[in-house]
């Protein structure tokens, strides 16, 4: 099965701002790299193919897709759901798609291998974390009509709520950790 990664960058970073933080999170600088970069990165090491959507007025993210030849989508959105649809409808010959928050910088590249594998058996996954659901997010191409009409901020909640989804129970914050609000410095 051809499955990639499907990441999303077109978020405002209302929350961020509003803690704090200036212009977009996905560009703050994060252990000598911004968010993004690390999120790519980690998400590269996968092997995986990648396609990211991102505002167009997000230089940052643009440059890194450009700088690494990773194909990317603009669209200038309110919800993840829109984020989603125009990914899997850009990204046509694939199988299935790890759904990946560009916010979430922490997720090692053996979490999507874990994803992707069960993919291959499941239609639906997704790591869960102390009864916490996670990140990425597999989901088959069962479902593609069902993603490229999907809409508003709740991303692909309309079908893992009515489906059955595979549960990996992973021993690992970082599926759920991401980078909503200004990161305290005394941590």
Known sequence: MNIGILILAAGKSERFQNTGGCGSKLNYIL?????FKKTLLNSMGSGFPIHVITRSDNEGVINNCLQFNIPH????????????????KNTPNWDGWLIHLADMPYIDREIFIQVERKLNKYSLVRPVYNGIPGHPVGISAKYRQNLMHLSGDDGAKSILQHQFVYEMQINDENVIKDIDYLPNKNQ
Do not use: F
């Open 31 to 35: 252990e000598q790299q911004t968010v």
């Open 73 to 88: 989508s603009l669209l200038n959105s309110d919800g993840l759901g829109k984020s989603i649809a125009l990914g899997v």
